[in-house]
């Protein structure tokens, strides 16, 4: 197990598009979050799956942002209509039940900028 | 809401020598978990110390301890015996265990360089 992947590493896109991006996160971790950080800023929470659902939302994520996590494995974030403000590194990171499920592993993010 | 705060942007410290990062926190909730991660240049956050406030004693892990004054709200970490790879950007968090929610706060974080 190689920890949380995250896809693509880097991003560039237009203003207006469409992005997705991927998170896979530890293989038996049935928890799941999505952060952004922004430059010379902590990370934001954005949302967080218990297997399938998505239990938690913060108020940073608009309509145009959407998370899914078909099945309980991995999960997707998808942008719609891209502002220069989304510019952020996007992190996931996952965590299991128990002593530890307050440890959150983090993937490497998924580095967007909107041109 | 928490809120964390982390007043030193950037601190610096010779190598094998002691450093100590700053972190103030605020929260209502009375049970909560303090975290201090730490951000290499390849950007993977990496958990470095985990502090439950409810217990007394200070986490410690190898080279890294904490200082946890409750009453105070003060959460710093202290880094003994400096290495070149302790070289990052160091975030402290914060987590409401009580409420059912999984929202790490984090600061804006301290840039650690490391003095050869």
């Known amino acids: 197990d190689t920890g949380v992947s995250q896809d693509p590493r880097h991003k560039i896109t237009k203003r207006g598009q469409n992005v997705t991006f991927r998170c896979d996160p530890i293989?038996?971790?049935?928890?799941l979050y999505w952060y952004r950080q922004t430059l010379g800023q902590g990370p934001e929470f954005l949302t967080y799956?218990?297997?399938?659902?998505?239990?938690?939302k913060s108020r940073l994520l608009s309509d145009r942002f959407s998370a899914e996590r078909p099945k309980g494995s991995f999960s997707t974030l998808e942008i719609q209509r891209t502002e220069q403000g989304d510019s952020a590194m996007y992190l996931c990171?996952?965590?299991?039940?128990?002593?530890?499920?307050?440890?959150?592993?983090f993937g490497s993010g998924t580095q967007l900028s909107v041109l | 809401a928490q809120t964390v705060t982390q007043s030193q942007p950037e601190m610096s410290v010779q190598e094998a020598e002691t450093v100590t990062l700053s972190c103030t926190y605020d929260?209502?909730?009375?049970?909560?978990?303090l975290f201090w991660y730490k951000q290499p240049p390849s950007r993977q956050m990496i958990l470095v110390i985990r502090?439950?406030?409810?217990?007394?004693q200070n986490a410690t892990e190898n080279r890294f301890s904490v200082n946890f004054q409750k009453a105070a709200k003060s959460f710093s970490l202290k880094i003994s015996d400096s290495q070149l790879g302790d070289a990052a950007m160091y975030f402290c968090?914060?987590?409401?265990?009580?409420?059912?929610?999984?929202?790490?706060?984090f600061g804006k974080g301290t840039k650690l360089s490391v003095i050869p």
């Open positions: 990171a996952s965590s299991i039940p128990g002593i530890l499920r307050e440890k959150l592993f």
């Open positions: 293989s038996e971790h049935n928890r």
């Open positions: 799956f218990q297997n399938e659902a998505q239990l938690e």
């Open positions: 929260t209502s909730e009375s049970d909560y978990y």
């Open positions: 502090q439950e406030a409810y217990k007394q």
């Open positions: 968090a914060s987590l409401d265990s009580g409420a059912g929610s999984y929202q790490l706060t």
